[in-house]
């Protein structure tokens, strides 16, 4: 969390560099790491989620192999499509 979209190590910066700038999607929605409020940032995102179909979805995979972030404490039984956690 915040970390702009303007810094090297920022995802936003990455996905927007290789993909949404050449490819030119109709829709691409990203995750805002640097809104004051994370959970308000998980709810807007989660809204969006629940709103339509997801057409694809690009996510990071960490050094140890963990998909889009879900580092322990992950929740895996929610029904919550984010979540801000403590690590």
């Known amino acids: 969390m915040a970390l ?3 810094h090297p190590a920022s995802f936003r910066r990455y996905l ?3 993909i949404v700038d050449r490819v030119h999607p109709g829709a691409f ?3 805002e790491g640097d809104r004051p409020d994370p ?3 998980a709810r807007r995102v989660g809204g969006l989620i629940r709103m339509v179909e997801i057409d694809a979805a690009f ?3 960490g050094e140890n192999g963990h998909l889009a972030f879900n ?3 992950a929740d895996f039984e929610t029904e919550e499509p984010y979540l801000v956690v403590r690590l």
Request: without cysteine.
């Open 4 to 6: 702009p979209a303007t």
């Open 16 to 18: 927007k560099a290789r």
């Open 29 to 31: 929605h990203f995750i």
């Open 39 to 41: 959970p308000a940032e």
């Open 59 to 61: 996510v990071g995979i």
């Open 71 to 73: 580092d322990p404490p």
